[in-house]
């Protein structure tokens, strides 16, 4: 069983940057592609990146392709998301989850662990 913990999220003016967190604990971490969704208010939950447990070419959902960047650091057991040139758009509740195995996809139904969510604003 992964336990997933994201931290980072906050309020930020429209074209500034936040750097998302998700460490987990409870199992073997790089055995697990790592997936970022994010629900905004009255919205479904949409995938935003994915990065295997490798680290290598990570996935991107269109409407942030160029302003995130996912990363890992298995020693430490966290993924990271890097948003930048944020939008009023990007304002959601921003989720980890996992998903065991060695590829990555932007599917909900995939992922078996999700952490608690940690929420972003993103307004003047």
């Known amino acids: 069983q992964l336990q997933l913990v994201e931290s980072g999220g906050g309020l930020v003016r429209p074209g500034g940057s936040l750097r998302l967190s998700c460490t987990a604990s409870?199992?073997?971490?790089?055995?697990?592609?790592i997936g970022w969704f994010r629900q905004a208010p009255g919205k479904g939950r949409e995938g935003v990146s994915c990065?295997?447990?490798?680290?290598?070419?990570?996935l991107y959902a269109d409407s942030v392709k160029g302003r995130f960047t996912a990363s890992r650091d298995n020693a430490k057991n966290t993924v990271y998301l890097q948003m930048n040139s944020l939008e009023p758009e990007d304002t959601a509740v921003y989720y980890c989850?996992?998903?065991?195995?060695?590829?990555?996809?932007?599917?909900?139904?995939?992922?078996?662990?999700w952490g608690q969510g940690t929420p972003v604003t993103v307004s003047a």
């Open positions: 989850a996992a998903d065991l195995g060695q590829t990555c996809v932007l599917v909900r139904s995939s992922y078996d662990f």
């Open positions: 409870g199992d073997i971490f790089n055995y697990y592609a």
């Open positions: 990065i295997t447990p490798s680290g290598v070419s990570p």
